[in-house]
């Protein structure tokens, strides 16, 4: 299983249920990598999504404790447990946690590859976080993007391994 978020300078990845950044590079890469895959994610992130619909081209595996959510083209779930019985036919590779933040930090532990898109700004008003890899045991750094700049940002991808879970 594998994270994918992005992050500021300061590890936050939301504000008010919203992303913190706009990047279509980014967009564009969180495409290639999980599509064709499966995506955990909490109920709030997909009702971030447009129309609040699920990712296409994914199964999508929605987390949550209010017992009647039911969402077409979602696989609906109320535990941990739960959404990974529901992601077991999904290659380890192509399962992918995608937020929001209790998810993130419920499962980071399971995940055997981050990637972490930082970047180099610190949003103001942020209220939701992913855990600082940097400072987690056994986390490591397997490569950095060359810097990306758009939308006035500049951000590099990181792809960071838990050693813990390579063998």
Not at 11 to 16: C, K, Q, S, V
Not at 117 to 126: L, N
Not at 135 to 140: F, Q
Request: with cysteine.
């Amino acid at each position: 299983m594998n994270a994918i978020v992005v992050v500021d300078r300061n590890w936050a990845i939301g504000r008010e249920n919203h992303l913190l950044f706009s990047l279509p590079a980014d967009m564009k890469r969180f495409r290639s990598l999980t599509l064709g895959g499966t995506v955990i994610l909490g109920r709030k992130t997909l009702d971030t999504f447009p129309g609040g619909k699920p990712l296409p081209q994914r199964k999508n595996i929605v987390i949550t404790h209010c017992a009647d959510f039911h969402r077409e083209g979602a696989v609906v779930v109320s535990s941990l447990d739960a959404a990974m019985e529901a992601a077991a036919d999904t290659p380890p590779d192509k399962l992918w946690v995608i937020g929001g933040s209790s998810v993130y930090a419920a499962l980071l532990s399971k995940c055997r590859r981050a990637c972490v898109t930082r970047v180099d700004a610190a949003a103001e008003g942020a209220d939701s976080f992913f855990p600082n890899l940097d400072k987690l045991p056994g986390w490591t750094v397997e490569s950095v993007s060359d810097p990306v700049t758009e939308n006035g940002l500049t951000y590099r991808f990181y792809d960071y391994v838990n050693t813990k879970l390579c063998i």
